[in-house]
Antibody
Framework: QEQLVQSGAEVKRPGASVTVSCKAA????????IHWVRQAPGQGLEWMGW????????SFEQRFQGRVSMTRDTSISTVYMELTRLTSDDTAVYYC??????????????WGQGTLVTVSS | SYVLTQPPSVSVAPGQTASIACGGD??????VHWYQQRPGQAPVPVVH???DRPAGIPERFSGSNSGNTATLTISRVEAGDEADYYC???????????FGGGTKLTVL
């Protein structure tokens, strides 16, 4: 079964950084782009960016530029999303999701189970 | 940047038909995808590429897209359909993904 398995919940202080991992199972990581999407409490889905696990290429939503990075370790079929200079506004559930085909511009399936990141002093 | 607009809420009685709109400039020229999200769960695709259903999604879920509005239609609504629904497109001008604000479907 093709799935994405994310790391566990995190609690961070304002100003800190957080890294969330997303491990691909049941398929070859490098065959599909991975997107990151977040959802603040009671709010909608917010796209953050994508990574091409084959080349390491990335693209980010403008509002996250300079604060987000996405990397991968193909030897363990895992991608990572790091967000720096955290504020309380970054408290959210973070999802990774697979672009269904080998290129961009498609729908997402599957999604990871989500990782709650709480930023609090 | 490209903007998708959804009504915050839609209510429907069991057995009736629910229609959820997703508005965007010339959205009819784009492929629209729809996700269902139940509380505490990750989103699940229910319609992709305007009107196709992923495997396992009931035929009660259908979609259309023309002009400035895409629509998700749920026929014979059941209590289990109560969830948030999001539309999504790929904005070719920015090479970025755009989500609508989401619509909460309430089954009366």
């Amino acid at each position: 079964q093709e799935q994405l398995v994310q790391s566990g919940a995190e609690v961070k202080r304002p100003g800190a950084s957080v890294t969330v991992s997303c491990k691909a199972a049941g398929y070859t990581l490098t065959d599909h782009y991975i997107h990151w999407v977040r959802q603040a409490p009671g709010q909608g889905l917010e796209w953050m960016g994508w990574i091409n696990p084959n080349t390491g290429g990335t693209s980010f939503e403008q509002r996250f530029q300079g604060r987000v990075s996405m990397t991968r370790d193909t030897s363990i079929s895992t991608v990572y999303m790091e967000l720096t200079r955290l504020t309380s506004d970054d408290t959210a559930v973070y999802y990774c999701a697979r672009d269904v085909y080998g290129d961009l511009g498609n729908w997402f399936d599957p999604w990871g189970q989500g990782t709650l990141v709480t930023v609090s002093s | 940047s490209y903007v998708l607009t959804q009504p915050p809420s839609v209510s429907v009685a069991p057995g009736q038909t629910a229609s959820i709109a997703c508005g965007g400039d010339n959205i009819g020229t784009k492929s629209v995808h729809w996700y269902q999200q139940r509380p505490g769960q990750a989103p699940v695709p229910v319609v992709h590429d305007d009107s196709d259903r992923p495997a396992g999604i009931p035929e009660r879920f259908s979609g259309s897209n023309s002009g400035n509005t895409a629509t998700l239609t749920i026929s014979r609504v059941e209590a289990g359909d109560e969830a948030d629904y999001y539309c999504q497109v790929w904005d070719t001008s920015s090479a970025h993904v755009v989500f609508g604000g989401g619509t909460k479907l309430t089954v009366l």
